[in-house]
Structures are given as structure tokens and as C-alpha cells.
């Protein structure tokens, strides 16, 4: 259980006020706010306006990070940012938030694993720490799936919700406290059960992607449900057993917030009782990268992870790829 290399220094968070309820949905597609929330579990959603960036959300959770940290942008030796939905396809989000936010002396790069791209982020950044190549390293869990959601496609439309969250890694400063564990997985084959066919190098904008909508998120639900049970469930017991822990010693579960039966059946198979288990999907939906550390952020700010606190986050994600890490709060 002595790991402890990094630790997790800091938390921040940006929602957008726009919120899209189920009661808005219904007067756009054929759904209810009864199916809806029997299925996933989700209330409502916030959506980004023209001037909420990806770029500018992460910079206002980043700020906050620095701020709790005591720490200048210029003090930032590394960016890793989680996304599926960056402002534009190149540079990477990475550099449009270091430019915003003044973070001169930082490498900055983006992780392409949708979902789990914060968890991603957290393990790679423990290596950067670890080899001492960077002191403090940002990493950024943000999206606008707005912008590439299909409201008139039912099965989708009520899912997604934009944000942007963030922490800080450091080296550790004490041996009993910090990253525990981290594991990550991927399996490409299951690629089209859950993704975007064009919009990319392979399909490049054109009129008959927008008039085929195949610009948009596709997702074979049933399919993409099976897996993610299944994923998590191996993650948690990858991150716990590598932790030496077990689920009962976990004292707050943050999973990915895609589905509250996919979060319940997550909880069960760790052993963690729903009280334990830290639920906002019913007011954010699902906001693939941006999940986890805006969860997180609200966890620490609510003292509901203090100093001290076992803490488990598992995601899954498009791709698919799925991951965990058990820190020591």
C-alpha cells in the first residue's frame, strides 16, 4: 500500500449556467423526462454558450487549482488535458490553455481517451512527476459534447452535457498520502459501438456529412452498456487489488457519471455501498472527460473527501478505453 510518489494537490471546476432539462427535451425530440430519467438516471445537463471554450472553462478550474495550491501559472511544468471536443483540431486544447492562462514555462499535450481521459491523464502525470522532469503538472478533464450531439436523435440527445475540471500532481510530501494505484485499458475493436464516423483526416468535413448527420456521436446503447459494466468492474479490481485495499475500505467511489444503473451495478461489484458512491449525473449528465474531476472538485469543496480519504475514481470511455485510481486524499 506504500506507493505514494504523487500526490493530488488541489480541485477545480467550471459548469456552464445554461442548463437543458428534461422537460426542454421533450418539446425537441419524442422522450420523456419519466423515460430519461428511469434510464440514466439524469435530471439535466448544462450547456455551453458561444463564449464558454474549451479553453476558457478549463482556465477558470485550472485558476482554481493554482489558487488552492498556492501557485503562479508560471510555476506549471506541464498541461495534460482529457478531451474528445477541443476548440479546434490543432494546435492541441492543451496549448490554447496554456496561452489563456499565462502558463509560459509548461509542456502542453492532449489525451484522446474520451471518457477516461482524466484518469489517463492522472497516470501519465504520475510518470512525469515520478522521473522528475516536472515538479507540477495540471491535469484537465474538459468537454463541449454539446457541440457534437444530435438533438434529434433520442437515444443520444439526452445524455451529454458540456464542463471542465482539473487538479494538480506534485511530488509527494508525505509517503502515506497520495496515488495509490493506477490502472488503464483499451480495446480498440469495440471502436464503432461508440463513436463519431466522420468530422476526421478519414471522413473530412463536407456537406453530405453534415446532411447524413454523420458529423454527430453514434452509440449502440445496449452494447456500449454490457461493456462498460464489464470494464469498470475489471478497473476497480485492478486499482484495488494493485493498492492493496479492498472496497470496503474505500471511503468515497467517484465513477465516470454516464448512467446511474451503470454506477450502481460499479458499486456493487466493489463492494462499496451507494452512500459511499458520489452520484451528480441527475444534474450534469454525462460529460465524458470533464466527469470525474468535477465530481471530484464538488467531493472536496463539500468536505465529503477530506484529509486522509480513500478515494476510488473508475471511468470508462469511447474507444474503448477504461481506467482507475485509488488515492489517499
Not at 510555476?75 to 490543432?90: H, K, S
Not at 451529454?160 to 480495446?187: E, H, M, N, W
Not at 480498440?188 to 463513436?195: K, N, P, V, W
Not at 479492498?246 to 457519471?257: A, K, N, R
Request: glycine content about 10%.
Amino acid at each position: 500500500m506504500k506507493r505514494p510518489i504523487v500526490q493530488l494537490v488541489g480541485t477545480g471546476r467550471y459548469t456552464p449556467s445554461k442548463i437543458l432539462s428534461n422537460q426542454d427535451l421533450e418539446r425537441m425530440v419524442e422522450t420523456s423526462d419519466e423515460w430519461i430519467r428511469e434510464r440514466t438516471g439524469i435530471r439535466e445537463r448544462r450547456i455551453s454558450e458561444s463564449h464558454e471554450t474549451l479553453a476558457y472553462m478549463s482556465k477558470v478550474a485550472c485558476e482554481q487549482v493554482l489558487e488552492v495550491a498556492g501557485l503562479t501559472p508560471q510555476d506549471v511544468d506541464a498541461i495534460l488535458v482529457g478531451t474528445a471536443t477541443p476548440d479546434r483540431l490543432l494546435p492541441a486544447a492543451a496549448c490554447d490553455l496554456q496561452a489563456e492562462l499565462g502558463a509560459k514555462n509548461a509542456a502542453a499535450f492532449d489525451l484522446g481517451a474520451a471518457c477516461s481521459g482524466f484518469l489517463y491523464g492522472l497516470s501519465i502525470a504520475e510518470g512525469l512527476v515520478a522521473s522528475g522532469s516536472v515538479q507540477n503538472a495540471l491535469v484537465v478533464g474538459a468537454e463541449r459534447l454539446s457541440r457534437i450531439t444530435d438533438y434529434t436523435d433520442r437515444a443520444t440527445c439526452v445524455l451529454f452535457g458540456d464542463g471542465a475540471g482539473a487538479t494538480l500532481v506534485q511530488p509527494a510530501v508525505d509517503g502515506d498520502r497520495g496515488i495509490l494505484s493506477t490502472y488503464i485499458k483499451s480495446d480498440g475493436t469495440l471502436a464503432e459501438l461508440l463513436y463519431r464516423p466522420g468530422g476526421g483526416a478519414l471522413c473530412p468535413p463536407s456537406e453530405q456529412l453534415l446532411n447524413d448527420r454523420s458529423y454527430f456521436i453514434k452509440m449502440a446503447g445496449r452494447e456500449v452498456f454490457r461493456s462498460a459494466v464489464r470494464s469498470m468492474a475489471d478497473a476497480c479490481d485492478q486499482a484495488l487489488q494493485q493498492a492493496g485495499v479492498s472496497g470496503e475500505q474505500v471511503d468515497v467511489l467517484i465513477p465516470h457519471q454516464a448512467n446511474i444503473r451503470i454506477i450502481e451495478a460499479t458499486a456493487k461489484h466493489a463492494g462499496i455501498p451507494m452512500d459511499k458512491v458520489y452520484v451528480n449525473v441527475d444534474r450534469f449528465g454525462n460529460t465524458s472527460a470533464a466527469s470525474i474531476p468535477i465530481a471530484l472538485d464538488e467531493c472536496v469543496r463539500a468536505g465529503t473527501i477530506r484529509s486522509g480519504s480513500l478515494v476510488l475514481l473508475v471511468a470508462f470511455g469511447a474507444g474503448f478505453t477504461w481506467a482507475s485510481v485509488v488515492v489517499r486524499w
